[in-house]
């Protein structure tokens, strides 16, 4: 608006929205004094007035806005539709969910791996079956940061994901528990841990082994995503 730093509004914060609001910029106020002088022919003013010290008005912090800390969130009703990917590329995103996304059902408390290309209706879903992650290990080990994301994967992470009826009542209670996470936090830590890895760049190129329907090169994450995605639904249902 190109108020001085130190102009006050003084009032209930929704005065001072209303003041502000209605105000007009000062600079936009001065081209039109400008303009009415001009028109008036009296002599243009060249030197602006300046109060060289700040009138300021005692009154309490002009700062009323706190932070609202959401301590219980609203639970879910019981059954609730999960979805949720770690991140989107390559036009491609790897999901969790416990329901058939293409079919858009009520949940069945059986948690899926599924892969989605491109947005709207009309672009596929493809469904993985459990333990497909098995199938994954041995492409991965042999790509750029392959190791190092599996042993993160395979040393700790796999503890934290609990059996399907219980991920299921964590998403609806929206809080982790007991060390096993909730899946929302579950999807963001996988979409964290493969960001750190930081293979923004590198690609996996399909050769004799297809994973990726209609794709040559796909970004590695989205193999990455894909193994750990799918390690956990696998895992969650299994214990079942």
Not at 43 to 69: A, K, R
Request: with cysteine.
């Amino acid at each position: 608006m190109g108020f001085p730093i130190t102009f006050q509004f003084i009032g209930t914060e929704g005065l001072k929205w209303r003041l502000v609001g209605n105000a007009v910029c000062p600079s936009i106020s001065r081209a039109l004094a400008k303009q009415v002088r001009k028109e008036l022919n009296l002599n243009e003013i060249h030197e602006f007035f300046i109060q060289p010290e700040p009138i300021i008005v005692p009154n309490n912090d002009l700062n009323i806005f706190s932070s609202q800390i959401f301590e219980t969130p609203p639970r879910k009703t019981t059954g609730s539709r999960f979805r949720r990917h770690p991140f989107k590329d390559g036009n491609i995103t790897v999901t969790l969910s416990n329901y058939d996304i293409d079919k858009f059902n009520k949940s069945r408390k059986r948690w899926k791996t599924s892969v989605q290309y491109g947005n709207g209706e009309g672009f596929p879903t493809f469904n993985l079956p459990d333990g497909f992650y098995n199938e994954l290990e041995f492409i991965i080990r042999c790509e750029a940061k392959g190791k190092e994301f599996l042993d993160i994967m395979n040393n700790g992470f796999m503890s934290k994901i609990a059996k399907g009826d219980k991920l299921q009542e964590m998403y609806e209670i929206q809080h982790s528990n007991n060390g096993l996470l909730e899946p929302t936090v579950l999807v963001d830590e996988v979409g964290r841990m493969i960001e750190a890895l930081k293979v923004d760049q590198e690609k996996y190129i399909q050769n004799s082994k297809i994973i990726f329907k209609n794709k040559q090169s796909i970004p590695l994450k989205q193999l990455f995503a894909l193994y750990a995605i799918n390690k956990i639904s696998s895992i969650a249902n299994s214990k079942d």
